[in-house]
């Protein structure tokens, strides 16, 4: 989530000089990947191999993105200076971002809200070397994809097993402790949104398949990881929680569930997840396709896009179980077509966007979901719109290679 939609992070190389013994999985296999679509990433990797030019375009970024990574980590959960209530550092711990202590209190407890404005202790906590830890892995998976270099997949399991699975560092799979309110509580449902960026990693990992450094031990290790995880998800008072928000909150909790169980080998858990996500088109979009929960925070342009990126996410995953969220349309004409639509006129002109926005409007968030939609829908518009929005070609590219443009 924090770093755009999670179907848009992967870019693509051919490497020329690779060594005999670093060759990309063999073509016949397709990754293990959810939201990413395994077959178009399989044909761009042959178009790659083969010399094509044009994909070129994206090699000079994932190459210095994939020798940045190697410098990062590897980085774990039990490194933090603070210690959780728990005493355990296993234990996530984060603070709420939009919470501060009190002016009018000694010690400023209990803290206060002030939507849309950031704590600057936030980044003290777990939630920054975990986005780092999933940012870094992702990228190396995913050089290592298309070039076969093994040092990135070294360091990708590197990374991998120092936060999920070695018995001294690993990360306990609950978020008890999730975006905690000092003086308010020890961890929150909020807290659960934390986790979002890691149904990347997962895609990431099915990337990773078939490199001599993740083995079938450290497969086997981190899918009982995520199913430990997803029964924290659904039977905790915090996971339970947070399946019953009524905004972006729930969105992505479903996308997480579907996302998790999926790997984890559950389809059914996913398609029950999904089909849950059906249920809430109804209450959060409006029929002309207003999303008021999102419109209501101080960040209001950010937020709508942001659940609805979680929104076709959702629906990607969907095809994986059969639950189509793309056609999707209540009676009265509540769809994730209609928020795109509705949104879609702001991107073009910004000036017309008259609810709250604290921060810069940037039109370009939208663009994502616009190129995922010209595909799924079969729309021209939605493509140009894009374009006009983004003015990325290299981005452009990118989501050629993922299916995500015509």
């Known amino acids: 989530m924090r770093r755009a939609a999670v179907f848009l992070l992967i870019w693509c190389l051919a490497a020329r000089a690779a060594a005999a ?65 728990s005493g355990d550092k296993h234990d996530y711990f984060s603070l709420a971002p939009y919470w501060w202590p009190d002016p009018s209190k000694p ?21 920054t070397a975990m986005d780092r830890m999933a940012a870094a892995a992702e990228t190396l998976a995913q050089a290592w994809y298309f070039t076969g270099r093994e040092e990135y997949a070294q360091h990708a399991a590197r990374l991998l097993r120092a936060w999920f699975l070695d018995e001294k560092t690993r990360m306990n799979p609950n978020l008890n402790f999730g975006q905690a309110v000092p003086g308010v509580t020890d961890g929150r449902a909020a807290g659960v949104i934390d986790t979002t960026d890691l149904i990347g990693l997962v895609d990431a990992v099915g990337l990773l398949g078939g490199s001599r450094a993740w083995t079938e031990a450290d497969q086997r290790g981190l899918q009982a990881w995520f199913e430990k995880y997803l029964a924290w998800l659904r039977e905790s008072k915090i996971g339970r929680d947070e399946a019953a928000a009524s905004n972006n909150h729930g969105t992505w909790y479903d996308a997480q569930a579907a996302s998790y169980a999926l790997f984890a080998g559950r389809a059914d858990l996913a398609r029950e997840a999904l089909e849950r996500a059906r249920g809430r088109i109804a209450k959060q979009i409006e029929p002309d396709g207003r999303q008021p929960k999102e419109l209501a925070r101080t960040k209001s342009w950010d937020y709508s896009t942001m659940n609805l990126r979680g929104w076709f996410t959702l629906a990607v995953l969907g095809e994986r179980v059969g639950v189509d969220l793309w056609q999707h349309r209540t009676a009265d004409g509540r769809s994730i077509r209609a928020a795109l639509d509705y949104l879609l006129p702001f991107a073009l002109a910004p000036e017309k966007w008259r609810e709250k926005q604290i921060v810069r409007f940037r039109p370009h968030l939208l663009a994502p979901a616009l190129r995922l939609a010209a595909v799924k829908y079969g729309s021209k518009e939605y493509e140009e719109s894009a374009r006009r929005i983004a003015g990325d070609e290299q981005a452009d590219w990118r989501d050629r290679l993922l299916g995500l443009r015509p």
């Open 21 to 85: 013994a670093e060759q990309p999985p063999q073509a016949g296999a397709l990754p293990r990947v959810f939201v990413l679509d395994a077959k178009v990433l399989a044909a761009s990797r042959a178009r790659l191999a083969a010399g094509d030019k044009e994909l070129a375009s994206a090699a000079d970024g994932l190459r210095k993105r994939a020798e940045s990574a190697l410098r990062t980590g590897p980085l774990a959960v039990t490194d933090k200076k603070i210690v959780p209530p």
């Open 107 to 127: 010690d400023g407890k209990p803290y206060i809200r002030r939507d849309g404005e950031v704590h600057q202790d936030r980044g003290l906590y777990d939630n």
